[in-house]
């Protein structure tokens, strides 16, 4: 069966900045259908979501899906909790490493996979100051170093 296409609706940057990417788990969302116009038309944001464990089933906070403009008396709060749909084996693995020290699940990403929404989540660490200026002076250099090699060519 071929790979659906993925349409990307929202990318949280800041995850990537903060904190060390382990693992990465696709989720899907339990939605209702003027949330999906919404996301279809591109309103959404993660940047200050995150997610939790409850009771053997996942859940994301703070993801902010603008009301449907179209919509009426069927739009929903815009910052309610949503339900992650993850199989129970990944449940629980996810919950036995948010355990350990210094582990937390962020969501990096919400896109269309087809006509179904995908949340991509990753199990993270926390950087330290000192780890992001490495990152920082890392992409400068490359930076340099694809300026340099573009004037030479020139």
Sequence with gaps: MAKAERKLIANNKKAYHDYFILEKYEAGIVLHGTEVKSLRMGKCSIKEAFIRVESGEMYIYGMHISPYEKGNIFNKDPLRTRKLLLHKK??????????????????LQVYFSGSLVKLEIGLAKGKKLYDKRADIAKKDQKREAQRDFKVKNL
């Design 90 to 107: 990944e449940i629980l693995k996810i919950f036995g490493k948010m355990k350990e020290q210094g582990i937390t699940v962020v969501p």
